[in-house]
Structure formats: C-alpha cells, structure tokens
C-alpha cells in the first residue's frame, strides 16, 4: 500500500519526492542513532 503512493508521488512532483527521500533517510539515521545510544 505504501509503495503504491510513493509510486504516484514520484509521478506528481520530482522535486517533492527528492525532499522526501532526503527526509526519510534522515529519520533512518536518527533512529539509528536511537538504537546504538539505547545499547
């Protein structure tokens, strides 16, 4: 479900899709992050 809106994102606005990405991995490396400082 969720690869299906990314996929019509992609198709609407490049430039959104770019600053979601960068988002996303943003957030993997906090939570990350989160994980090495919990152990």
Same mark, same amino acid.
């Given at each position: 479900?969720?690869? *299906? =809106? =990314? *996929? %019509?994102?992609? @198709?609407?606005? %490049? $430039?959104? #899709?770019? %600053?979601? #990405? #960068?988002?996303?991995?943003? /957030? @993997?490396?906090?939570?990350? /992050? #989160? !994980? !090495? &400082? &919990? $152990?």
């Amino acid at each position: 479900m969720k690869k *299906e =809106i =990314i *996929e %019509k994102d992609k @198709g609407k606005n %490049k $430039k959104e #899709d770019k %600053k979601n #990405d #960068d988002y996303m991995a943003f /957030l @993997g490396m906090m939570a990350t /992050l #989160d !994980l !090495l &400082v &919990v $152990k």
